[in-house]
């Protein structure tokens, strides 16, 4: 059994009271507990799935489930959108499995079949475990990815009825090879998109494009699959779910599942003595300070998981609490690392479950599928990038019903600094949107080019892709990738297949290769757009929490040398950046000041790198570079001030600059609060005199080919980003800037010049002239 719960208002007064940490809460957020609410099973059911679940200790769906399964029956698209452990699996596969068994009963046993779509091969695996605990075996779920052997795989095409696979497999195996899967195709009765908050930007358009081709096949061989939607808390899920699959979906939203008490703590490391670029003063590292707060807890009996971002964070955390607890309580905590396999999940689960393990440090992986049950504490070192997967990781504890506490520990940088001093940005708002964009031309042709090599296109595809299409098509006539015959049909005319030129999670270009110099094996891709700035030669590089450091960046071959190393530094580049206007779609009057939107042409060229002490983000040593200039021709969202507001403000024109500068780095550490983005995702660029708008000019940039929809979110909301970035420098208690206002991890300048006091004042006087002050100044919301 499971050992006593300690109540979570104890377990935070007993944690902030220890070594003099009272200042370091900044909020603390009850959540109420949530009554369970209950509905019969639907008639669809088949009375083997309803027996199969009672088994596993389901006597009857929550009501969000049920409601689910009766909209999948009547045919109706539905994404269900509810918290952690709210049991969507059952809600989609409930209906699926028993249409599966309905389908055994045909002469092939295969009447009716169904896709399943996860991001990770992980949650794949894991979800093929449900189905084969629900269902009779007649009913074949099987796994098909990368890692399926040939033999197999023609045995999935043939018999299986409910195949699980990723994206990326059906991008390039199944759809390309449609005619070898004409049966199970014909039959297509569910695709069930797992964690589809997690298509977002570039790789959410790609996957949009890859499901219009899935139902443009479909549609070929006669079926019409209904689409079934599991997603986390996102702000307008059925308007996400219809972007993404083209489809009218209906939102189930409300929860219905019990939850415990939740005592939610916001966390601020103390400053330490160490200083970083410029001298600006250094706050201690929410890795280590998660460290000394999973040793107290562990050292309490209290289970507690520790999210982190990487391997290496999840095993420094797990030895730091390891050395300060010693025997025998070490032996008691874990890294959850890498490896992913059922079998050591179900063990880590049994541990935790039972109390032979107290501590846990994870990486994100646990926040996907992995179903932790009896949790008492979740820590979260740093923000997670969205509210969605806040919430997603915070739902981990309390899921027996018992009270549990919660706490994002703030990481060194404005977003996560923000957030702790602005409780109301996480509690009082909605989750945010998730944000792509299918109809992104440099998105879009190469996924036209992929399905006219799988079937010719015609005029009745139009609609199917999107509004851009009709221009694209014969731009891809005149470049000799598409030939017309007839009056209204495309064909693919190169032998080499087309689904090979899209690389669905990079942005076009050939992504250069990651390989092991001493083993020659092939560790992964980064995108070439990024490459310049993640793996030049000398880069520290993190692949999958393992660090590597680059031997050589070969650009002819697209290929990155690497070899595993553990150096006690990190490496940032360092770049020049220009920026001209090539189009301005939409301008906003803020009384002198202008608000733009449109499109940009960004040339970049990386010529060396920093490298940082891990510990402290000491500068160690400068390097130099020689890297070609980079073009990219994308969207942006762009501000200008008048030299009347300058003066109102008091920035004589030396200041200006740093002002400016200063602004652009913060308004890039918040605007992820707005759009479901990484600051790796965006640019900018700040110019005291910008020659095509003859004034002080601000620019954020999408870093994506043709725009990923970041920039025009943060135009959309303009008013409300650009607040809570004068907000975040003007609270942050350093002098001069530091990491968690003004300075950025990813400045190609050094961060130099940066006034942070000057740039207080010019977002107060262009917010003066803001619309509706702290609306969406840019248009809807």
Wanted: glycine share 10%; aromatic share 6%.
């Amino acid at each position: 059994m499971p050992p006593h719960h300690r109540a979570p208002e104890a377990l935070l007064t007993a944690l902030a009271g220890s070594r003099s940490r009272s200042d370091r809460l900044t909020h603390t957020e009850q959540l109420p507990a949530r009554q369970a609410c209950f509905s019969p099973w639907p008639d669809g059911i088949r009375p083997e799935i309803v027996a199969a679940a009672r088994t596993l200790g389901v006597e009857l769906p929550w009501a969000h489930q049920a409601e689910a399964m009766n909209l999948a029956k009547n045919g109706q698209s539905v994404v269900i959108a509810t918290g952690t452990a709210s049991g969507k699996s059952l809600g989609y596969l409930a209906p699926v499995l028993s249409d599966l068994l309905d389908g055994t009963e045909a002469p092939n046993g295969r009447g009716a079949t169904a896709l399943y779509l996860a991001p990770t091969k992980a949650l794949a695996a894991d979800q093929r475990r449900r189905a084969a605990e629900l269902a009779p075996d007649r009913v074949r779920p099987a796994l098909y990815d990368g890692d399926t052997p040939p033999e197999e795989r023609e045995w999935v095409r043939q018999y299986a009825s409910y195949v699980l696979t990723n994206p990326d497999m059906l991008h390039r195996g199944i759809l390309p090879g449609h005619t070898r899967w004409s049966s199970f195709l014909k039959t297509l009765k569910y695709v069930v998109i797992d964690e589809c908050h997690s298509y977002r930007g570039v790789f959410g358009s790609h996957v949009a494009q890859v499901l219009r081709r899935l139902r443009r096949l479909c549609a070929q061989y006669g079926s019409e699959p209904v689409f079934l939607l599991a997603s986390a808390t996102t702000a307008d899920p059925a308007a996400t779910a219809e972007r993404l699959t083209g489809l009218p979906a209906v939102a189930v939203t409300e929860d219905a599942s019990p939850r415990g008490p939740l005592v939610f703590a916001l966390w601020e490391p103390p400053l330490t003595e160490n200083v970083g670029e410029h001298g600006a003063p250094v706050r201690r590292t929410a890795t280590a300070e998660a460290g000394y707060l999973l040793t107290d807890l562990v050292g309490a009996g209290t289970r507690t998981v520790v999210f982190v971002r990487s391997r290496r964070a999840a095993e420094l955390v797990a030895l730091q609490a390891q050395e300060q607890l010693g025997p025998p309580l070490a032996a008691r905590v874990a890294a959850y690392r890498g490896g992913y396999l059922a079998e050591e999940r179900r063990s880590l689960e049994r541990d935790l479950y039972s109390g032979r393990l107290l501590g846990l440090a994870s990486t994100s992986a646990l926040e996907l599928g992995v179903d932790v049950s009896g949790l008492d504490a979740v820590l979260m070192a740093g923000y997670p990038g969205t509210r969605a997967s806040l919430w997603q990781q915070a739902g981990r504890a309390g899921r027996e019903g018992q009270g549990a506490l919660a706490m994002l520990i703030a990481r060194d940088d404005p977003l996560d600094t923000y957030l702790v001093h602005h409780p109301e940005a996480l509690f009082a708002n909605p989750v945010e949107a998730t944000v792509l964009d299918p109809d992104n031309p440099h998105i879009l042709a190469p996924h036209l080019c992929a399905a006219a090599a799988e079937l010719p296109l015609g005029e009745s595809d139009l609609d199917l892709f999107g509004p851009s299409t009709a221009q694209l098509l014969p731009v891809l006539e005149q470049r000799g990738l598409l030939r017309r015959r007839g009056a209204k049909a495309w064909y693919w005319t190169r032998r080499e297949r087309a689904a090979d030129a899209v690389d669905l999670r990079g942005s076009g270009g050939s992504p250069v290769q990651i390989v092991e110099g001493r083993t020659g094996r092939l560790l992964g891709t980064v995108d070439a757009a990024a490459a310049h700035t993640t793996v030049h030669t000398g880069a520290v590089h993190l692949h999958q929490g393992r660090t590597y450091l680059v031997q050589d960046l070969d650009l002819e071959t697209s290929v990155a040398v690497v070899e595993q190393a553990d150096p006690p530094y990190t490496t940032s580049a360092r770049d020049i950046t220009s920026i001209a206007i090539l189009g301005t779609d939409t301008t906003v009057e803020w009384g002198e000041a202008r608000l733009c939107f449109g499109s940009v042409e960004v040339v970049n060229q990386v010529v060396g790198y920093l490298r940082k002490r891990i510990a402290t983000g000491e500068v160690l040593g400068e390097s130099k570079l020689d890297l070609p200039p980079r073009t990219l021709r994308t969207r942006a969202v762009w501000w200008t001030v008048t030299e009347d507001q300058l003066f109102d403000a008091e920035i004589p024109f030396d200041q200006l600059p740093g002002a400016a500068h200063a602004a652009e780095h913060a308004s890039i550490g918040l605007l992820p609060l707005f759009a479901t983005c990484d600051r790796w995702d965006i640019g900018g660029v700040s110019v005291p005199l910008h020659p095509d708008t003859q004034l002080p000019t601000v620019f954020v940039y999408d870093g994506h080919s043709g725009g990923a929809g970041f920039a025009e979110r943060g135009f959309r909301r303009a008013g409300q980003w650009l607040t809570a970035t004068r907000d975040a420098i003007a609270a942050c208690e350093c002098e001069r800037g530091c990491p968690s206002c003004v300075q950025s991890p990813k400045c190609g300048n050094g961060n130099d010049p940066l006034d942070k006091a000057a740039a207080v004042r010019l977002l107060d006087v262009l917010l003066a002239g803001a619309p509706g002050q702290g609306a969406s100044a840019g248009g809807d919301g």
